[in-house]
């Protein structure tokens, strides 16, 4: 098989949306799956709509996602220009091809096509065979002197050598048309591969980049992590045949298909987004951890620079597997950081109704106050004894030891918690607990 050449042909009309980078990712998987090539081509001929600034934000949004191009703006290559504006001589040559094969009329300033009126047949590598027949002639240059889409795609793939066309489902409609063309200039025609509407969260219609979570960029100011985002995208219309979706890239690339293409259309769930955020959380590296948290504290003003760099690790690396996304980490530690910190009030309500939890808290500070060593196996230890000796349950002393030290009622482990605020902070915050709630 000759070189797959696939292409990613946005109109940068506005911010890199959900629906777009999806049917880029689509392309650069295929093309790296298959070791060919992915070519990105600006289709930029509508001047009024498309801004440096959406450019931008696509070419931005495309590395965030790590998505790599072999062609296209910033990268050359052999086939280009690659910004559809820069092609107009291409386009008036191609244009004269069909002419002189008697492809073309004018009709009152616009070039129009001549239909052939032939069934055409898309054999379509995700939705099967479709067959679609093109009625009317249509106009392929304005009588402003602008081509249209179709002929200027057409025209591009074409000239581009692309081999396969993996695009949207809105169009399939489009595609008897462009197979009009395709056939008009004697050219091979690629292998097409629709793929399935991304629909909002709720109802039937299409996601829009007007929808909560529809633009690349809400992913970038929330911190979530593009490793993430990218997982979840090529779970929208693509599916592993496995139960395991969080899965590396490379064997993403490695199973990734046109029989994997689901034929009916996804939908976004921004929970499952969120999901699959906070288990590429849990599982960074700590060192890369680190490093995406720490300026987090630094700007919230939650971390100093008296801090004992051996803390804060121990700090970080036990909130880590509770933390459900990046930006949350402020919230999640500052009690380790800093002595005033607010209580929750409905945790305080549920602490306080069956009864004041004072006695409680006395007997345990007399317990952790004798306390030598303070690992998390030593303070789980002696609680199970306390429990056992008074005749309840280890975990009645959960929430009472939590609440007082951090003011929360969820967090870490409480052992962990507990052994890394360390004996000082644990029993100076019990005593002013007390103290204040007696
Ligand atoms: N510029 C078109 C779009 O953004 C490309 C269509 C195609 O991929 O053929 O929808």
């Given amino acids: 098989m000759s070189e797959v050449r696939v292409r990613f042909a946005p109109s940068p009309t506005g911010f890199f949306h959900i629906g777009s980078a999806r049917t880029a990712l689509f392309n650069w998987l295929f093309a790296r799956h298959t070791k060919g090539k992915l070519i990105l081509r600006i289709e930029d001929t509508d001047a009024e709509r498309n801004t440096p600034e ?34 107009s001589k291409i386009y008036d040559e ?19 096509f001549k239909v052939s009126g032939k069934h055409q047949v898309i054999d379509d590598q995700v939705r099967g065979r479709v067959e679609r027949k093109e009625e009317k002639d249509f106009i392929i240059f304005r009588s402003n002197g602008s081509p249209v889409f179709h002929f200027v795609n057409v025209v591009d793939d074409i000239s581009m050598g692309i081999t396969h066309i993996i695009r949207g489902e809105d169009h399939l409609s ?7 063309l395709f056939n008009a200039f004697e050219a091979k025609v690629p292998k097409f591969a629709h793929i399935p509407l991304i629909l909002k969260q709720q109802g039937s219609g ?72 906070t288990q590429y959380v ?6 890369n951890y680190k490093k995406l948290v720490l300026p987090i504290l630094v700007k919230e003003g939650i971390l100093t620079n008296e801090i004992d760099e051996e803390y804060l690790n121990r700090v970080l690396q036990l909130c880590q597997e509770k933390l459900k996304s990046l930006p949350l980490i402020g919230d999640f530690t500052a009690y380790f950081f800093q002595e005033s910190y607010e209580e929750d009030a409905k945790t305080k309500e549920k602490l306080f109704k069956k009864g004041s939890p004072i006695e409680v808290l006395q007997e345990l500070l007399t317990i952790l106050e004798n306390l030598h060593d303070f690992s998390s196996e030593s303070l789980e230890n002696a609680i199970h004894s306390l429990a056992e000796k008074n005749g309840v349950k280890a975990s009645s002393y959960f929430l009472p030891m939590r609440f007082s030290t951090t003011g929360k009622g969820g967090g870490p482990s409480i052992f962990g918690l507990i052994s890394v605020l360390g004996k000082d902070r644990v029993l100076k915050r019990m005593e002013r607990f007390i103290k204040e709630n007696s």
């Fill in 206 to 277: 299409k996601m829009s980049k007007r929808d909560e979570g529809a633009l690349i960029e809400h992913y970038q100011k929330n911190l979530f992590l593009k490793d993430a985002v990218r997982n979840y995208l090529c779970l929208l219309g693509w599916n592993p045949k496995t139960e395991e979706e969080i899965l590396p890239i490379k064997e993403i690339i490695h199973k990734f298909d046109f029989p994997g293409i689901n034929k009916d259309n996804a939908r976004f769930d921004e929970k499952k987004m969120a999901f699959i955020n």
């Fill in 54 to 87: 959406a450019l931008q934000d696509l070419l931005d949004g495309m590395r965030w996602l790590g998505m790599d191009w072999d062609e296209g703006p910033e990268v050359g290559g052999n086939f280009g220009p690659y910004f559809q504006s820069q092609r």
């Fill in 282 to 287: 849990h599982k960074l590296p700590i060192s």
């Fill in 94 to 112: 191609y244009l004269e091809k069909l002419r002189v094969a008697g492809h073309v009329y004018d009709h009152e300033g616009a070039v129009f």
């Fill in 174 to 180: 489009n595609t008897s048309k462009h197979l009009e």
